[in-house]
Nanobody, 115 residues
Framework: QVHLVESGGGLVQPGGSLRLSCAAS????????MGWYRQAPGKERELVAT???????NLADSVKGRFTISRGNVKNTVYLQMNSLKPEDTAVYYC?????????WGQGTQVTVSS
């Protein structure tokens, strides 16, 4: 079992920045990949970024050059640094850990980009 807790969402103006954090507990030594997804109202959940234990990253085209994903030193945390935010980035952001054929999800954190 893995339990995920996200933090760092909020309201920001276009062009602003936010940093999301996700901390995993439980069977953390089995975790390889951690990632972020987002879901906007009326849309399907979509991949934002993933990172492996070794540091390999994958980012959606829509966020390349603006978002950065990183892992903490103890490897059970993952961060999403979001810069140059746009209104279309508004969504609930979810932390994800794929493990043992399942996806473990956090509770989600709201990010709203609006003037």
């Amino acid at each position: 079992q893995v339990h995920l807790v996200e933090s760092g969402g909020g309201l920001v103006q276009p062009g602003g920045s936010l940093r999301l954090s996700c901390a995993a507990s439980g069977s953390i030594f089995s975790i390889n990949t951690m990632g972020w997804y987002r879901q906007a109202p009326g849309k399907e959940r979509e991949l934002v970024a993933t990172i492996t234990r070794g540091g390999s990253t994958n980012l959606a085209d829509s966020v390349k050059g603006r978002f950065t994903i990183s892992r903490g030193n103890v490897k059970n945390t993952v961060y999403l640094q979001m810069n140059s935010l746009k209104p279309e980035d508004t969504a609930v952001y979810y932390c994800d850990v794929p493990l043992w054929g399942l996806d473990y999800w956090g509770q989600g954190t709201q990010v709203t980009v609006s003037s």
